[in-house]
């Protein structure tokens, strides 16, 4: 294994396997730290986390044991992926996480970028956009977990850590990698070690990751690894043979546990369309009142993708937060969610749909998935995935974060994960 890879979600797993995977690399993504070795073959591995939310503490605990998991099947460079809208707290876990993990690998000159140009997100003069407009003016200062509310990258990451933040701004960028390897050597003597760069389009990535090429440690959305393949190919490391792809038969069901505009717009359509919706309410979830095995009987019956979604206003999440408590209340949907997706699985389904990072961390978890073969790209940064059992029974999957994918995304998912 060349590149080891740590995710804080199981979407954005997906998402940077799908670009490694484009670009020419053998990729598995593992749910969760292996306990044994991996395949000998495998030229990129990503430990899929669930730690973007959670305490700091366990974050950095998860991470560094992926880390050494990934040291041992021998990898030379590591990357820490994140979400490119920078999904975390004035607390962390994006600070506290790059810190320990630079600490571990006493790691200078770490780069830290977000940004995704081909889903609308770009960082510029240290600020995140998404499309047009600063991230704390997308939707995302409503987030319920993580509210965004700072587009400044370099200020809101000074709040959480303790190494000194430093910044390559898009002047440096477009000068290519020799420009920006210059600048990030004249940052890191200025005393920084996180250092925030400026990228707009996929071009500035690539040149970025060819300036990356040897260091220790890398820290970013999933663009920031277009380049990086190509710093091993050119010296003869990558076999060239990528990922192949299968579809599944069986019935498909579509599972929904994000509020976020996207994510929202696809549950409209797939309403319009006239398909069958299964609406699942917080207050239900929370007391107890919804069985996981009606639900998934109701959804087995229907002949065409049924829909089972918690997508609600965003005000309206913040109305059970409130009452309930945060933490409550994504425990019980999550866990409804894991639950419901068993049932399905026992009952043969053949594809699955998940839409939002924390519910696919917990449909994942809840599968004891252990490893996902990726396939081809559904929409920027999600990918088609296959899991397959000890038995060797077969599960296709798409795990969407919720910002990704276009209006009718349910459907493109379907189609493509069929056989």
């Not at 395949?39 to 991470?63: H, M, N, T, Y």
């Not at 929370?286 to 996981?292: K, S, T, V």
């Not at 206003?313 to 409550?328: A, F, I, K, L, M």
Request: with cysteine.
């Amino acid at each position: 294994m060349l590149l080891g890879c740590i995710g804080d979600d199981f979407t954005g797993s997906s998402d940077l396997a799908n670009t490694l995977s484009k670009q020419g690399m053998r990729v598995t993504q593992f749910s969760g730290v292996p306990q044994g070795a991996a395949d000998p073959s495998v030229e990129a591995g990503i430990v899929a986390l669930k730690s973007r939310s959670i305490p700091a503490d366990e974050a950095i605990a998860q991470s560094l044991k992926a880390l050494e998991w990934l040291k041992a099947q021998g990898c030379t460079q590591f990357l820490f992926k994140y979400c490119s809208t920078f999904d975390s707290t004035p607390e962390g876990n994006i600070g506290p996480v790059a810190t320990a993990l630079a600490e571990a690998l006493n790691a200078e000159k770490v780069v830290v970028c977000p940004a995704f140009p081909g889903a609308g997100r770009t960082l510029y003069q240290g600020h995140l956009f998404v499309h047009d407009q600063l991230l704390n003016e997308s939707g995302m200062e409503h987030h319920p977990l993580n509210p965004m509310t700072d587009a400044d990258i370099r200020r809101w990451l000074a709040r959480q850590t303790q190494l000194s933040v430093g910044h390559v701004g898009y002047e440096h960028v477009r000068q290519g990698a020799t420009g920006i390897a210059a600048a990030l050597d004249q940052a890191n003597a200025s005393g920084a070690r996180l250092i925030v760069v400026d990228a707009v389009t996929d071009t500035d990535l690539i040149e970025i990751g060819t300036a990356l090429d040897g260091l220790p440690l890398i820290t970013g959305g999933s663009g920031i690894a277009l380049g990086l393949p190509e710093n091993f190919r050119r010296r003869g490391l990558l076999a060239g043979t990528g990922n192949k792809w299968t579809g599944v038969a069986g019935q498909s069901v579509v599972l929904s546990g994000s509020c976020s505009t996207a994510t929202r717009g696809q549950v409209a359509r797939h309403s319009q369309a006239g398909l069958p919706m299964f609406e699942i309410k917080a207050d239900a979830a929370i007391a107890g009142q919804l069985e996981p095995k009606h639900i998934a009987q109701w959804a087995l019956k229907q002949t065409k993708r049924p829909l089972i979604y918690s997508s609600a206003d965003p005000q309206v999440v913040r109305q059970v937060q409130e009452t309930y408590g945060r933490e409550r209340a994504a425990d019980a949907i999550e866990g409804l969610f894991g639950a419901i997706a068993r049932e399905l699985v026992a009952g043969g389904i053949g594809r699955l749909i998940v839409a939002g990072g924390e519910t696919s961390g917990a449909v994942v978890e809840s599968l004891t998935i252990e490893a996902l073969e990726i396939g081809p790209e559904i929409a920027p940064g999600v990918p088609a995935l296959l899991a397959t059992s000890r038995d060797g029974d077969k599960l296709a999957l798409a795990l969407k974060s919720g910002n990704f994918g276009g209006p009718d995304f349910f459907a493109d998912a379907d189609s493509l994960l069929s056989p």
